[in-house]
């Protein structure tokens, strides 16, 4: 069965600062992973995908992520936060061929003071 | 493209009563998700359609829980004799035919409180 581990429950940075979340899945085979993020209030929304290709991916505002298949890990990074970036963030795996649901870690929370 | 939308947005009920919620999804996406999320702790799944079919049920579904997409459109999601640890944020999401890469749409929850 997959899982997903992230490390940091709660990360508290001041703007400006990097950023660096950490996600481990656990699956053998090809897998799909996603960082979705979800703002006070707001519903989940994609912030970036891996599928196949180029192992570092970039998404919206920012965020990037690189895959590293030998370590089963997906960390999200920002170069520097803002206090918008205040939410908390979910990384999920899928299996890539099943098309079986997303699995989420429980995610991390994020508070950025200004 | 309105996303995916959820009713209601907030269920209060007393111990042992039976609620329904609602699921409508995006238009054109035929795969269809249901999560349960607690404070805390990340959207756990439940269940998912593809069109009508049911495919796939996960263990935390008890035989309490029933979920049904009768014209591959909305769902309903049905717990009978409500319990306080079903209270949680239920999640709906949507997503396209499934190919590689296919990402998932979440709605803005229902948050089922049980007195």
């Known amino acids: 069965a997959q899982s997903v581990s992230q490390h940091n429950h709660h990360v508290i940075l001041s703007e400006a600062a990097s950023l660096e979340l950490g996600c481990n899945y656990s699956y053998g085979g090809t897998v799909n992973l996603f960082w979705y993020v979800q703002y006070p209030g707001q519903h989940l929304q994609l912030l970036l995908k891996y599928f196949s290709g180029d192992p570092l991916v970039k998404g919206i505002k920012g965020f990037e992520a690189e895959f590293i298949k030998s370590k089963f890990s997906f960390n999200l990074r920002k170069p520097s936060v803002q206090w918008s970036d205040t939410a908390e963030y979910f990384c999920?795996?899928?299996?890539?061929?099943?098309?079986?649901?997303?699995?989420f870690g429980k995610g991390t929370t994020l508070s950025v003071s200004s | 493209d309105t996303g995916v939308s959820q009713n209601p947005r907030h269920k209060i009920t007393k111990r042992g009563q039976n609620v329904t919620f609602r699921c409508d999804p995006i238009?054109?996406?035929?795969?269809l998700y249901w999560y349960r999320q607690t404070l805390g702790q990340g959207p756990e799944f439940l269940t998912y359609f593809q069109n009508e079919a049911q495919l796939e049920k996960s263990r935390l579904l008890s035989d309490r829980f029933s979920a049904e997409r009768p014209k591959g459109s909305f769902s309903t999601l049905e717990i009978q004799r409500t319990e306080q640890g079903d209270s949680a944020m239920y999640l709906c999401a949507s997503s396209r035919e499934f190919q590689i890469g296919t990402e998932a749409f979440f709605g803005q929850g229902t948050r089922l409180t049980v007195v």
């Open positions: 238009s054109e996406h035929n795969r």
């Open positions: 999920a795996v899928n299996a890539q061929q099943a098309g079986t649901a997303l699995i």
